[in-house]
């Protein structure tokens, strides 16, 4: 079993950055996929973006494109989420979820383990 944790999560302002970490523990944690999804009050959770295990591929939603970075770190057994510019459309609850030996997945369904998740909060 692998348990996924967030943190880095907050309130900021518009403009602003965060770095969110996803630390994973449990099992030998190697060749994991990671991928952060978030969820909006009243709205279906989303892909945000993904790294796959080899951290040479990433993939992101349109409207995180060019703001947003997703990277991974092996060694550590933690992904990040980098996020810059942040808009107040950003604000939701972000969750990190893990899946072992597969390409960039962007579907809930694809990944096994979730994280309970980080508050982002972004004011205008």
């Known amino acids: 079993q692998v348990q996924l944790v967030e943190s880095g999560g907050g309130l900021v302002q518009a403009g602003d950055s965060l770095r969110l970490s996803c630390a994973a523990s449990g099992r030998p944690f190697s060749r994991y996929t990671m991928g952060w999804f978030r969820q909006a009050p009243g709205k279906e959770r989303e892909f945000v973006a993904g790294v796959d295990w080899t951290g040479g591929r990433t993939d992101y939603a349109e409207s995180v494109k060019g703001r947003f970075i997703v990277s991974g770190d092996n060694a550590k057994n933690t992904a990040f989420l980098q996020m810059n510019r942040l808009k107040p459309e950003d604000t939701a609850v972000y969750y990190c979820?893990?899946?072992?030996?597969?390409?960039?997945?962007?579907?809930?369904?694809?990944?096994?383990?979730w994280g309970q998740g980080t508050q982002v909060t972004v004011s205008s």
């Open positions: 979820a893990a899946v072992r030996g597969s390409d960039v997945v962007t579907t809930i369904k694809g990944y096994d383990y």
